[in-house]
């Protein structure tokens, strides 16, 4: 069984490496895992909205990412999808610790992630966790080590990195910035550039945002390695 399903994971990456379809209508017409694309199902997810049908072929090839587009034009997903389909193609198991990191401005922000993720992973075996505050900071260490998807704001995130036994993330496979403009629009450029500087440089990076400006560039370059640029800002 193991072996049958090695072999059904280096096809999808051999499909997904040589995938080439702009006009991409549907999920199911992308080069995406069962699992997903059953997850995304049962959740009513069909049809990809323009950043999704833009992007998530360039996210799961590998590649570090800087998406804009506007606000609800879908970018949750079009970031979930790459994240579960990276720790299924890596076979993640929950004894591997933090595989992917998600960060995002606000805790009602984070929770929307949540709930979302929580939907399309339901034939997944990953575990999901948010650590927005709220609970004391032990409370939520004592849990962490046991969360392979984690979703948080950026100062909670920080504080779980400087404790004495912290969040471990050497480990981690990829990041996610999302609403980064608003990050930096909220004062968090020092935390953001902090929470990078603690992580594995091998992972990869996906930075979504409604806007673009100088400070986002600055972030981007910062954050990202040989990143592919995808979708348009909103004009402000
Ligand atoms: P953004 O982060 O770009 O503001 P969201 O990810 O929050 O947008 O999505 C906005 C809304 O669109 C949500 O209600 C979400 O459920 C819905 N949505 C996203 N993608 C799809 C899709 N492919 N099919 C149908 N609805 C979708
Ligand atoms: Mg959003």
Redesign the pocket.
């Known amino acids: 069984l193991r072996r049958k399903e090695n072999q059904y994971i280096e096809e999808l990456n051999t499909r997904t490496q040589e995938f080439q379809n702009p006009k991409a209508t549907y ?1 199911q017409d992308l080069p995406l895992s069962n699992a997903v694309l059953r997850g995304l199902k049962d959740a ?6 323009d ?2 049908r833009d992007s998530i072929p360039v996210s799961s090839k590998g590649n570090d990412v800087l998406a804009a ?10 970031f979930l999808v790459p994240v579960l389909e990276k720790l299924y193609r890596e076979r993640w198991t929950e004894y591997d610790g933090v595989g992917a990191l998600i960060i995002s401005p606000t805790r009602e922000l984070a929770m ?1 992630i949540y709930e ?1 993720l929580v939907k399309i992973g339901t034939h997944c075996s990953f575990s999901a966790g948010l650590v927005i505050g709220g609970k004391d900071v032990k409370f939520e260490s004592e849990r962490i080590s046991k969360i392979n998807i984690l979703i948080g704001t950026p100062g909670r995130i920080l504080q779980h990195m400087d404790q004495a036994v912290g969040l471990n993330t050497d480990n981690l496979q990829i990041l996610v910035l ?2 980064a403009d608003r990050c930096l629009d909220m004062g968090f450029q020092k935390t953001l550039d902090a929470i990078v500087g603690n992580l594995p440089a091998s992972r990869q990076t996906l930075l ?1 945002s ?1 806007t673009q400006s100088q400070s986002l560039n600055d972030l981007a370059r910062l954050s990202l390695t040989d990143y592919k640029t995808v979708g348009k800002p909103a004009n402000v």
């Open positions: 999920f009513s997810y069909v049809k990809l909205t950043i999704q587009a506007k606000t609800g034009s879908g970018k949750t997903l079009a929307q979302v999302d609403e979504f409604a």
